[in-house]
């Protein structure tokens, strides 16, 4: 390892300095090798590893310096998977920017998403009148914590479909389980297009959101057409968890279609 990183070294023109001592040398190349800017992109800036996706530090037991990949790269997986998910170029559109504010609400609504985003504490939640902007400043949310966290986008309805198509086998264990621990976690449209919920929707929505809610160390955002008193009412253990977590963090527009702005 330190004959590799002083080749690099060398390559670029730095000499070892033979005042030093064996230690002091490697301790040298650690901090060399770590001021080397990389190349790394995703709209990601990591002042740790400066965009290498790794960083090296100096091992008291091996007396040398090891390799790390810095934590970027898990947020930098998310974002890929985002990409991959259609909300990639979503998110380049549905920005705090973007998102207009011609009446008080939206003032408003910019507002709370805002302090949420740059203090996250809690859940976040947008329920209410289709059309309203639920889904941009959610998305815009996620955005920016997508910069700090590892992420995830679940469209209630796809992912909860194949959740339950695949409940026994390994992939959909697998999916459960990442939906559930990750730091970050977006649930768009939550109960999109059903009156009631089926059985099997509350069960796996209790599941997800309980494991969640049990955890402080978890953010969760949710978009939904319902209120919180329509969550309470169709299942009362989700729907207050959900009002509880998201205490100082809501947005509820009841319905109004002048708010739909696109009928407009």
């Known amino acids: 390892m330190v004959q590799a990183l002083?080749?690099?070294?060398?390559?670029?023109?730095?000499?070892?300095?033979?005042?030093?001592?064996?230690?002091?040398?490697?301790?040298?190349?650690?901090?060399?090798?770590n001021s080397a800017p990389g190349a790394l992109g995703d709209g990601i800036d990591c002042p740790k590893c400066l965009n290498r996706g790794y960083y090296y530090r100096y091992d008291e037991e091996n007396a040398g310096p090891v390799m790390v990949n810095c934590d970027c790269m898990a947020r930098r997986k998310a974002r890929r998977r985002l990409d991959r998910s259609g909300l990639g170029?979503?998110?380049?559109?549905?920005?705090?920017?973007?998102?207009?504010?011609?009446?008080?609400?939206?003032r408003q609504i910019l507002t709370v998403a805002k302090k949420y985003a740059a203090a996250p504490a809690g859940w976040f939640f947008a329920g209410g009148q289709p059309g309203a902007g639920k889904t941009h400043i959610?998305?815009?949310?996620?955005?920016?914590?997508?910069?700090?966290?590892?992420?995830?986008?679940?469209?209630?309805?796809?992912e909860s479909a194949r959740i339950k198509a695949s409940l026994n086998e390994p992939e959909g264990v697998a999916l459960m389980s990442e939906l559930k621990s990750v730091p970050v976690l977006y649930i768009d449209d939550l109960f999109k297009g059903a009156e009631r919920p089926t059985q099997g929707d509350l069960n796996l929505a209790f599941e997800l959101i309980n494991y969640r809610y049990n955890d402080e160390n978890l953010y969760t955002i949710i978009s939904t057409e319902k209120l919180l008193d329509d969550l309470i009412h169709i299942d009362?253990?989700?729907?207050?968890?959900?009002?509880?977590?998201s205490k100082g963090h809501r947005i509820q527009l009841k319905p109004d279609p002048s708010r739909n702005w696109r009928t407009k």
């Open 6 to 33: 002083q080749t690099v070294l060398s390559k670029a023109g730095i000499q070892p300095r033979h005042d030093m001592t064996d230690e002091e040398w490697k301790r040298h190349l650690v901090d060399r090798m």
């Open 89 to 106: 170029s979503a998110m380049r559109r549905m920005t705090f920017d973007t998102y207009q504010t011609p009446e008080e609400w939206n």
């Open 138 to 158: 959610c998305t815009a949310i996620l955005q920016e914590l997508s910069l700090r966290y590892p992420v995830r986008y679940m469209l209630w309805r796809d």
């Open 236 to 245: 009362e253990a989700i729907g207050s968890r959900i009002a509880e977590r």
